[in-house]
């Protein structure tokens, strides 16, 4: 291989041989927002308007998770809400 020659085996910067403009991170994004909206609607299908705010926060959940740099960081920091958020809400809810 000589000098002038990049590693990548695909030409002009393409990241997996597309030449219609979407790289690999266009597409990975597309996918989280794909799945997002599935979850939504899985929640919404399995217990009507009533899983809204369910699905609003199990999204939520997941992105905080998946967008943090560490992901055990971030999945520490979820689980620790959610454990807080179990222990109050009885207490919110018998007043």
């Known amino acids: ?31 989280r927002v794909c799945y997002a909206v ?7 299908a399995t217990f009507g308007w009533a899983g809204f705010w369910p699905g609003v926060a199990i999204v939520a959940t997941w992105a905080w998770v998946f967008f943090r740099t ?16 179990f222990i109050l809400l009885p207490c919110y809810a018998s007043v």
């Open 1 to 31: 291989m000589s000098a002038n020659r990049s590693s990548s085996p695909f030409p002009h910067g393409e990241s997996d041989g597309l030449r219609s403009g979407w790289t690999l991170d266009h597409r990975s994004r597309l996918v």
């Open 38 to 44: 599935a979850m939504l609607a899985a929640s919404l």
């Open 70 to 85: 560490p992901r055990t960081q971030g999945l520490t920091e979820a689980a620790f809400v959610w454990v807080v958020l």
